[in-house]
């Protein structure tokens, strides 16, 4: 048997299962770990806009809680200013005083209109100012200096409220960052409240400065505050303060987005913002409320990635565990699949040595009821069922191995007995002989014979065993040799020889097969024909100016049935053309496809239809015909036929 | 061709129909054996709806009537007629065997 060797080389069931497991197990991770981290992205997010706004919610209210407690002084001082008209001496002790009371001040004035509180002078102006442990005192105001037309004077006396100054230097006093509260105040004169001068209180914001930077959120977020007009109050980097806005850094990045939260800043609202770059270099995250009173905007802002630092360390973690995770899955999943396709791979081993032909090998024994165990439970069915077929079919194939040489031994016993040179006698003019044997598959034991028994007679013969294969065959051979035998021995007469065949057939014959004989006599000087028959078809006579006839038998029993038959010879005379065709019922009996014979008539049409007188060309014409009519179905029986031609006596007798 | 099997003590009667050649002669054979065996020595063989009757199923009714004999019993052939009638007598069985022209009085006589 040839098969095909097992060569290819696969991925194991076992790694395959597992990746495939593990492909699935991984987009379920995947999306789970993906939700899971927007989830907590946005939970991040909204946790640290919280916090950033109670941070900023804090500060904004401890430097409010200032700046309030600042206000209230030039507010009172004002107040006091508009309740009766002061002396020069009591006002400057009054403005010193109120500074002595509170530290957090650093300076105040009191700022006339011109010629309001002494009409000789243009500028009234007592600055008083913390200098170390003492209370200073300056004059303001001079042709340089003249302060009614500064901010700080003018923008409360036109809005006619209080004001917050933008923060500034002071450069005289130390250095350092202050603003201005200015307040204005005004006096009845002639029922109309008429403007007098301002009221203010410069403090130093470097508790702002200090209380600011000390905001801090995450790794490096701070916090800053800028004022009014954009520009940065506090911030860790100490080159912005003062010198820029907000709207010059985002001027500087070119970021729109940056100016409109500086816009909404400035304006005083609150809100959360993601900001691109400008302060970071990266992205962060902005919260911003404003301080209401001086209308400035405290912002807490925080790098992303600090923001997010957890969560990521933490994605990073799951990852990790899942990772490690999956390759202690796989690794259970490729030992269970490798366990559980062991019996699977023994099988397919052994089906291996099947396909060789090892038909005999124990297949694995596999005791689970599951579905490998049926599978091994059929193959093992199928090998034994395979085993089977190929031993009965080595049988089947040895037996019909015999028949077929059987059939051929027989085949090649009947046809070496029949005479087969022809024409067979050509010195004799007076007749022409021609004889075909075509064997049926099985062999039926035909037999045809002729020989001349003197110089002028010639003994011919036909028949037909009833039996097939080697026996008949045997049969034949036996039945022809006695036949020759007897015949040769003086056996003028048809009906003795039959006789005589008949009672040595009839000894020892166990097998009961019978042979049918037609056989006759021709003197062919004179065209005497003598014939006896036993048992076999009628011959056909075509006398030279008829149709064909069944030659009229003398009556006789088949060979070989009963050792007392008696047999009886007919004669008559053949004259110049006449014809005889002797055949087996494998002619009348061939059939066609559907079933039909051939029949007798049809042979009578067929011997009619042809006018040569070559006893071959009607022997040819009539296996013609017959394969013609068989149309390709099988031929069951041997087909015979013998045709002789009579020429007449023309020729002298020698 | 078919073979109709009837029992009509004491004997078998055996019905053939259609065409007996050499096709046929196997289960012929087959039938007569398998009685014989079973122990009936006595068959009427009725052929009035055979249709025709090769040399080869004359043999095998010759060689199935012989192993009767041998056995001690016998068979009887009855409606024999027509084509088949004259195939009996030319091939010299006509002699070999008792026609009775009906079962009825084919089974008087065995």
């Known amino acids: 048997m040839k098969t095909a060797p097992l060569t290819f080389r696969r991925t194991s069931l076992a790694v395959k299962f597992g990746l495939m497991v593990m492909a699935g197990t991984s987009l379920v991770f995947a999306a789970a770990f993906i939700y899971n981290h927007a989830l907590s992205r946005r939970s991040i997010l909204r946790n640290a806009e919280i916090n950033a706004s109670n941070l900023a919610g804090a500060t904004v209210g401890r430097i409010e809680a200032v700046l309030n407690g600042v206000e209230k002084i030039p507010c009172y001082m004002a107040l006091c200013l508009e309740q009766r008209t002061w002396a020069r001496e009591d006002l400057t002790a009054f403005i010193s005083n109120g500074l002595a009371a509170n530290p957090d001040i650093f300076g105040s004035t009191v700022a006339f209109e011109p010629y309001t509180f002494d009409p000789h002078s243009r500028f009234f102006a007592p600055y008083c100012y913390h200098q170390g442990t003492d209370i200073r005192q300056i004059w303001l105001g001079s042709d340089q200096y003249q302060y009614f037309n500064w901010d700080w004077y003018i923008l409360p006396k036109e809005l006619q409220r209080s004001v917050w100054s933008e923060p500034f230097f002071d450069e005289g006093g130390g250095n350092i960052l202050m603003t201005t509260y200015s307040v204005p105040f005004y006096r009845l004169l002639n029922g109309q409240r008429q403007f007098q001068g301002i009221v203010t209180a410069d403090i130093a914001l470097d508790w702002l400065v200090n209380m600011v930077a000390s905001v801090s959120y995450l790794k490096t977020g701070y916090a800053f505050l800028i004022s009014q007009s954009g520009v940065f109050v506090t911030h860790p980097d100490k080159r912005l303060i003062m010198r820029q806005s907000i709207f010059d850094v985002a001027e500087g990045a070119n970021d729109a987005h940056l100016r409109q939260v500086g816009q909404a800043m400035v304006h005083g609202d609150t809100g959360f913002v993601r900001l691109e770059s400008p302060f970071f270099g990266k992205p962060a995250w902005l919260y911003y409320a404003p301080l209401k009173s001086p209308g400035w905007s405290l912002g807490v802002l925080f790098p992303e990635d600090e923001l997010f630092a957890d969560a990521q360390r933490m994605g990073r973690n799951i990852l990790l565990i899942g990772l490690a995770g999956f390759v202690i899955l796989f690794l259970i999943i490729v030992l269970i699949s490798a366990t559980v396709t062991r019996p699977i791979r023994a099988l397919a081993r052994t089906t291996a040595d099947i396909a060789r032909g090892n038909l005999d090998i124990k297949l694995p024994l596999v005791k689970s009821h599951d579905e490998v165990g049926e599978l091994s439970f059929a193959f093992d069915n199928m090998r034994v069922a395979l085993k089977e077929y190929i031993a009965g079919l080595t049988e089947a194939t040895a037996a019909r191995e015999r028949l077929e040489s059987e059939l051929k031994i027989a085949r090649t016993i009947q046809m070496s007995f029949l005479p087969k040179h022809f024409p067979p006698f050509p010195e004799q003019a007076e007749f022409d002989l021609f004889a075909r044997l075509e064997p049926a598959k099985q062999v039926g034991g035909d037999l045809y014979d002729f020989f001349l028994l003197d110089d002028q007679h010639l003994f011919f013969s036909i028949g037909d065993v009833s039996d097939k294969g080697v026996p008949a065959a045997l049969f034949m051979a036996v039945t022809k040799t006695l036949m020759k035998g007897i015949a040769m021995q003086g056996g003028l007469d048809p009906a003795s020889v039959l006789e005589h065949v008949n009672l040595e057939l009839c000894k020892e014959n166990d097998s009961l097969m019978f042979v049918t004989v037609f056989c006759a006599l021709l003197n062919f000087r004179t065209g005497e024909l003598v014939y006896s028959n036993a048992g076999h078809n009628p011959p056909l006579i075509r006398r030279a100016d008829g149709q064909p006839e069944e030659l009229p038998l003398p009556k006789g029993i088949i060979l070989g049935a009963i050792e007392e038959a008696r047999y009886t010879t007919a004669s008559l005379t053949l004259h110049a053309d006449d014809m005889l065709v002797l055949y087996t019922d494998g002619v009348t009996e061939a059939m066609n496809p559907s079933q039909d014979l051939y029949s007798l008539e049809r042979l009578r049409e067929t011997v009619n239809g042809v006018s040569d007188q070559n006893p071959k060309t009607i022997v040819d014409a009539i296996f013609q015909s017959v394969t013609t009519y068989a149309a390709g179905a099988p031929q069951s029986d041997d087909i015979t036929v013998l045709a002789l031609h009579y020429n007449g006596t023309s020729s002298p007798i020698r | ?110």
Do not use: W
């Open chain 2, 1 to 110: 061709m078919q073979i109709i099997i009837a029992k009509k003590a004491p004997a078998i009667i055996l019905s053939i129909y259609g065409h007996f050649n050499a096709a046929a002669t196997a289960e012929f054979e087959r039938i007569f054996n398998q009685h014989l065996d079973a122990g009936e020595r006595h068959f009427v063989l009725n052929l009035a709806e055979m249709t025709f009757i090769s040399s080869a199923g004359l043999c095998s009714i010759l060689a199935t009537a012989k192993k009767i004999k041998e056995r001690d019993g016998n068979i009887v052939i009855c409606a024999l007629q027509g084509e088949a009638l004259k195939v009996f007598e030319i091939s010299g069985f006509a002699a070999l065997f008792s026609f009775y022209p009906t079962e009825a009085a084919a089974l008087k006589q065995v």
